[in-house]
């Protein structure tokens, strides 16, 4: 990896830090050849009459339940086709037929940005890019689509755009599967648990009995949806399926991991290993003492959590467990697998990550990082993934108490800097790209009206898949990137598409302008933020933001935000502007001797009169001060300062209670 680790900062204890990376995982098939049959789609690749007609004839052909073909795609792609660009794993079209090698290849180095790679000073950058491999040193799972060009005799371009000849690819795959495990090719889905487990090619039993189970449940509930290419695919519930799940055993699965190598903390509902992030002394090329990669504590006792944190990992899987298992770089507390949502717990829940690249955040959140790309639309976060985080952030927000909302589920892109100097380098992901409504429709608390339209408090909740605002610089061209669902909304000076958008006098201290790129925050409200109308003209409405009136396109029919109860913050009476913070530490006095007290710095945003901010939060000031290897000498520092965490911009940022006024929004 290029670059230096910089040192520990001697004025301030280890934050966090961001990496953008690149890495692979995905599918995988049985070894059986299945008599080779024609081919679904025509010679020139034209699809069938419908994606739905797709997996009828390719079910048929290949003597597969059409509900099991359905639910093994649903869980990889929810029957997407991407246009033909590759996953995440490398994986293509419907059924995620994985080419890892011509994914690399095609795949244009993204720029990562930086950002504070232990606290609140010194920002480094850290870049890493995967070589193209050689094939021959692929494993198989990250091959399949090789294999399933050798059991149809489709093309294996054919296989990665023709979306039905993708599915027939999944179907033979499917097959293949069956015959190797000396099972009948039968009409019935329950007779399939085994072949299904074994799709995505984990090769631990755990992770593939959950996701054979999360098909399975999705077989008894049905879905429903219209794909990114405007096909509306149905698979019908069947609520008494009962698959044999005996299937799942055999000699190409290794053991369950069960955790009792390490603490693992997880719901017994998904796949989980410990894979622990070091906590090790080291010495600094200056012959300093140091230690990484993350702080002991004692949470909740000694602090609560209040926070859980979802990042993409911007690598490949095999990268990002490389990189968090090095004491000089950084950690998080779990890690999630694309292609069938298997999860490595690395740092326990009662100790500190450096994930957030904010102290504060740090010592009260835990960390999730998700396998994918935030500048790679096409570069999918699969369902499998989805489902299991959803799985597992309701575990740990019922353990900790943490409600399940965007005040408190709260992506990295919406950590605040902690000084007006950090704000630029502050991270962008999971970005726009992830699907917050359909997260926490997963999680059970969907975003639905809790008050009337013309409501003052609103929540962003854009028609994800139909919601599609131009973004550019996916690739570093400049270009814009492909049309693809978002749930974020543009922020504009005026009740306008013409106008200005608005202007993040942290992000750009010198007064540029925002601009559409992929990861400019400073004119974006996203899915389940809550925010304070200042206006409403026809179609479009105001929130307050960042100290000014941002307008948004919502018009009735088809509308970008949903009317919300709840309290706001306003400045007293008499107060003719705020200052914000990006962290919420106690008061000096409340520093005992021998710790520093820390500066509590105002951002370069004000709340002013006549404006109000959704209220998030209320906390006391707290401080971890964690700055030497032996855990005996950290210390939480608390004060009596009072807080509220406000819905600000992008970012959530915090005001002293004794500077404001709450009160319930109107109407």
Known sequence: M???????????PPGSARRRLRVLTAASVA????????ATADAGGREPDSLQEAFARAADRYQVPESVLLGVSYLQSRWDGHRGAPSVSGGYGPMHLTDARTALAEDPHHSHGTEDPRGDTARGTRQVHDAVPDPAALPARLRTLERAAELTGLDEEELRRDPAANVAGGA????????????P???DPAQWYGAVARYPGSGDARAAGVFAD?????LREGERRTTDSGQRVVLEGDPDLAPDTAQLDGPDLRPASSGSDGPVECPRSVSCEWLPAPYEEYTNPDGSPNYGNHDKADRPASQKIDYIVVHDTEATWDTTLRLVRNPKY????????????HIAQHVPTRDVGWHAGNWYVNAKSIGLEHEGFLTAPDAWYTEAMYRTSARLVRYLAHRHGIPLDRQHIIGHDNVPGVTSANIPGMHTDPGPYWDWQHYFTLLGAPFHPTAAPDSELVTIRPDYEKHKPVYTRCDGSGQPCPPHGSGAV????????????????GLRPGGGDSTTGVNDTGARASTGQRYAVAERRGEWTAIWYLGQKAWFHNPADAPTAVGSRGLVVTPREGVESVPVYGRAYPEASAYPEGIPAQAISPLPYKVGAGQAYALGLRTKGEYYYARTFDPAGHVV??????????QLGHRVAFVRAADVTVRPALR
Do not use: C, M, N
Not at 31 to 38: D, G, I, K, R, V
């Open 185 to 187: 090719l039968s009409d």
């Open 31 to 38: 070894a059986l050849l299945l008599p080779l049959l024609p």
């Open 172 to 183: 033979a795959l499917l097959a293949a599967a069956q015959k190797e495990l000396g099972l």
């Open 490 to 505: 543009r922020l504009h000076t005026g009740p306008s598409a013409d106008a200005p958008l608005v202007k993040d006098a």
């Open 637 to 646: 520092v608390r004060g009596e300062e009072e807080y509220y965490q406000i």
């Open 214 to 218: 999360e098909v399975f449940d999705v």
């Open 330 to 341: 950084v950690s998080w507390h779990y890690s999630l697998r694309a292609s069938d949502g």
């Open 2 to 12: 290029p670059g230096a680790v910089p040192v520990r900062p001697s004025a301030s």
